[in-house]
């Protein structure tokens, strides 16, 4: 793993990445974040390790990333939403994330309701937000972002589905290069979360999503919606019209897609 100091050299931020806590192994990036944040650790605090041995996806599953290859971070954000306006967050992420990896690897990134994102069709990253509230505010969420970077093999669980950065492109990359430009880009984007501005953010993940227009399943909850995918609501919602009904998700799996 990098130094302090390797990894923060000619970075080009106020502060996302600046104060940073840099592990070789670490159960979850997000279980640390979240400490941190819980004790007043400031807006753009990262945990970054090189390998998890209990790094956690959504829905109760689990992240798994060969030692040394991927970036694997918890950034810690703050800004003032309301509990409706959390879902957010996972748009700032993703297009964040997208448009750096699109800079350094000169490919398109497709965003994949509701937090993957793909290259030519299979997931090189997965996003985890965690919240915690009080009086119906956002005290702090960390956005915990795994990217398969410079991976080349995937168990067998996965492998129809994953892919990396090296697979696609035949490079390889610099762990610090990507995840620096990833911080350059996010407090780009933060300050339009900052001033609660997030119609660039969601039209710059609307242009990256093939779902609109599609016929999809989803599971929100444990129940199953099919219908066509419309647009996302101003507040993040994954809008699907059934027989001229509309119903909005703010959290859920796509789980069949036809065209
Ligand atoms: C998913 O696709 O389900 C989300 C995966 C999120 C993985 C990242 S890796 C860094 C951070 N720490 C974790 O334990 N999870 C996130």
């Known amino acids: 793993m990098y130094t302090k100091e390797e990894l923060l050299n000619g970075l080009k931020t106020e502060s996302f990445g600046k104060k940073v806590y840099i592990y070789d192994t670490i159960d979850?990036?997000?279980?640390?974040?979240?400490?941190?944040?819980g004790y007043g650790a400031k807006e753009g605090t990262v945990v970054i390790a090189d390998y998890q041995s209990a790094g956690r996806g959504r829905q109760g599953r689990n992240w798994q990333s060969e030692p040394g290859k991927n970036l694997l971070f918890s950034i810690v954000l703050k800004p003032k939403l309301e509990v409706n306006q959390v879902g957010l967050l996972t748009y700032f992420i993703a297009v964040g994330t997208a448009i750096?990896?699109?800079?350094?690897?000169?490919?398109p990134c497709e965003c994949k309701w509701p937090n993957d994102l793909l290259m030519n069709g299979k997931k090189f990253c997965g996003i985890l937000i965690e919240s915690s509230f009080q009086n119906f505010s956002l005290d702090y969420a960390?956005?915990?972002?795994?990217?398969?970077?410079n991976q080349k093999v995937f168990n067998h669980e996965i492998v129809k589905?994953?892919?990396?950065?090296?697979?696609?492109?035949n490079r390889e990359f610099e762990i610090k290069n990507t995840f620096q430009k990833i911080m350059e880009t996010l407090e780009m984007l933060n300050e339009d979360v900052k001033n609660n501005k997030f119609d660039r953010i969601l039209n710059e993940w609307k242009k990256r999503t093939k779902l609109f227009g599609m016929e999809i399943t989803i599971s929100d909850n444990g129940t199953l919606f099919k219908g066509t995918a419309v647009d996302i609501t101003y507040d993040g919602g994954l809008i699907i019209s059934t027989d001229n009904k509309q119903s909005i998700h703010y959290s859920g799996d796509v789980i069949k897609i036809e065209q």
């Open 100 to 107: 750096a990896v699109e800079e350094i690897t000169s490919l």
């Open 142 to 149: 960390v956005a915990g972002v795994g990217i398969n970077v």
């Open 161 to 169: 589905k994953a892919t990396s950065l090296l697979i696609e492109t």
């Open 28 to 37: 979850s990036t997000n279980n640390c974040a979240k400490m941190l944040a």
